[in-house]
């Protein structure tokens, strides 16, 4: 007849639409990982965000406070210097300004140096979402 089907045997079958439903869930698996991904990798964005937008708003107001203090530790080491009841003072003005800002800068390259170190032991990849990958892959090699 010319209506004729061939259906595979039901062994056949079943084997292949088996290994159709295994290759569908692995491409759902990818795109669920994928989807958790980015999910993290956004919430990690917004987070750090936030983050910089207080450190901003803290170090604007710490550096105002910085520069004033400097201000009064110039003034006080020049009023120290001095003699009592005498305007002439041991130390000049910009000696002062010089040595305060020694100070600051011995100070700065050491907070400097220590935020480097702290920057050098981040890891800015989703760690979560490579757990998750490297366990997937196990499950999916330890299931064959």
Request: proline letters at 4%; one cysteine or more.
């Amino acid at each position: 007849m010319a209506n004729e089907v061939h259906a595979a045997p039901p062994d056949e079958a079943s084997m292949t639409s088996l290994l159709r439903g295994i290759i569908n869930d692995v491409g759902d698996l990818i795109r669920q990982e994928i989807r958790f991904a980015r999910t993290e990798f956004k919430s990690d964005v917004r987070k750090t965000t936030r983050a910089c937008a207080v450190l901003a708003l803290g170090a604007g107001a710490a550096a105002l406070g910085v520069v004033l203090v400097a201000l009064m530790l110039v003034h006080l080491i020049h009023a120290l210097s001095s003699p009592a009841g005498t305007d002439a003072a041991a130390i000049p003005l910009w000696g002062c300004y010089g040595i305060v800002a020694a100070v600051f800068l011995v100070v700065g390259a050491g907070l400097g140096f220590v935020g480097y170190q702290s920057l050098q032991k981040l890891n800015p990849l989703p760690d979560e979402t490579a757990k998750s990958v490297k366990e997937n892959v196990e499950w999916i090699m330890n299931s064959k």
